[in-house]
């Protein structure tokens, strides 16, 4: 619809997680980098938790378009697996297996300690041709115990000297208190490297709107206004998902009235009736900085 009148390519503030469309704030770029120095480094395990919608997925994404070929990747979308399932998808990732061999059951005889024996004999092959591998799994926090402990057995894949498995658990906030039960102490000691991204500041959320309208190729066509900007980022908390959500509604907005321009009135409608509306101060915190600003004129 838009996307034709201001000759987008596409949509600009599409929900699916492209990683051309990664934007690097300092926290994501910070979370990126971490993530390629622990891949250089083969550290072993790394966490990265993260809001509902701040572009996690999106992360993992593009981290894995920049792994060279001599990295072999298994990526899990989906956190609701069996221990078995698990092991098998990794295969298949790998290229160990072939989709067809899961879909027709090739591997249902196959015990657990088989799969994983695949897999380590797999890993030790990789060592000559100085290749490596790494795990990701997505929205780790709904990982099951069972699954979490297997995922444990399998950091302990190494030689004498490196790591033969590096493994990336990203989710949502809720992964860490996971992480820290007394029964994954055993896993929780294994991360070297921690990182929680962070909502967009005001200014990073301008930037963030502007970087996607270039991507889509429309950035010449159409403008927010600052005022609108400022909107957008208090009614999103900065959250990379939901400035999609308000963006693509102020930009219907601004085509319904032939404009090239999208007003704070636009967004403040589209933020209405997305029911977005702007987190107030509790009254106790109301009354803590009344109290300061008090005793401050005494």
Not at 52 to 76: P, S, Y
Not at 270 to 288: D, K, Q, V
Request: net charge neutral.
């Amino acid at each position: 619809m838009y996307e034709d009148y201001y000759g987008f390519t596409e949509k600009p503030f599409s929900l699916t997680p492209d990683p051309k469309y990664l934007f690097k704030s300092e926290s994501h770029a910070n979370a990126y980098e971490l993530l390629q120095y622990a891949l250089r480094r083969r550290e072993g395990f790394v966490v990265v938790t993260g809001d509902i919608g701040t572009g996690k997925t999106t992360l993992c994404r593009a981290l894995l378009e920049q792994i060279d070929r001599n990295t072999f990747t298994a990526l899990v979308l989906n956190p609701f697996l069996s221990e078995e399932d698990l092991l098998k998808l990794i295969l298949q990732d790998f290229g160990v297996v072939s989709r067809e061999d899961v879909k027709r059951g090739r591997l249902a005889n196959v015990s657990k300690q088989e799969l994983i024996e695949t897999i380590y004999d797999f890993l030790l092959s990789l060592l000559p041709l100085r290749a490596s591998a790494v795990l990701i799994i997505d929205e780790a926090q709904n990982l099951p115990i069972p699954v979490l402990e297997q995922i444990r057995i399998l950091s302990n894949l190494e030689t004498d000297k490196d790591k033969l498995l590096q493994i990336v658990l990203v989710g949502q906030l809720n992964l860490h208190p996971l992480l820290k039960a007394p029964q994954m102490r055993q896993l929780d000691q294994r991360v070297s490297i921690r990182y929680q991204l962070r909502p967009l500041s005001r200014d990073e959320v301008a930037a963030y709107v502007s970087h996607r309208l270039m991507v889509a190729g429309g950035a010449a066509s159409i403008m927010f206004q600052p005022q609108a900007l400022d909107i957008v980022h208090r009614r999103s908390g900065g959250i990379p998902r939901l400035i999609n959500l308000v963006c693509d509604r102020s930009l219907l907005a601004s085509y319904s009235a032939r404009t090239n321009r999208v007003s704070p009135e636009m967004v403040y409608q589209a933020a209405e009736n997305l029911e977005l509306f702007e987190e107030r101060p509790s009254r106790l915190a109301w009354f803590r900085r009344a109290s300061v600003a008090v005793a401050a004129h005494r």
